[in-house]
Nanobody
Framework: QVHLVESGGGLAQAGGSLRLSCAASGGALSNTMAWFRQAPRNEREFVASIAWNADRIYYDDSVEGRFTISRDNAKNTIYLQMNTLHSTCTAVYCC?????????????????WGQGTQVTVSS
């Protein structure tokens, strides 16, 4: 079973940037990979997803134009470049994978999940 491990979280100031990574071990990345986040007392929410060849990428409207998802299949790693961070970006960010070839925003479609990495943005 594929094991996903996120890294790169931490503390950033509003307007700053962070780059998250998600490395897969025990197997290859899934067809579609995604990032989700969950803030305290909030539901898990979709951030971005990317197909195997990166020919289909989707973003939540709240991060469109500020965040960039990418993947390196040879390195079994996906990334999330987060720019112009807001305090509302504070959350635990998790990567997830699904065998579906078409990226989806539905968390229930994803079967592989990492433990998450904390991102805290100070205003």
């Amino acid at each position: 079973q594929v094991h996903l491990v996120e890294s790169g979280g931490g503390l950033a100031q509003a307007g700053g940037s962070l780059r998250l990574s998600c490395a897969a071990s025990g197997g290859a990345l899934s067809n579609t990979m995604a990032w989700f986040r969950q803030a305290p007392r909030n539901e898990r929410e979709f951030v971005a997803s990317i197909a195997w060849n990166a020919d289909r990428i989707y973003y939540d409207d709240s991060v469109e134009g500020r965040f960039t998802i990418s993947r390196d299949n040879a390195k079994n790693t996906i990334y999330l470049q987060m720019n112009t961070l807001h305090s509302t970006c504070t959350a635990v960010y998790c990567c997830a994978g699904t065998s579906l070839s078409i990226p989806t925003t539905w968390s229930v479609a994803y079967v592989s999940w990492g433990q998450g990495t904390q991102v805290t943005v100070s205003s």
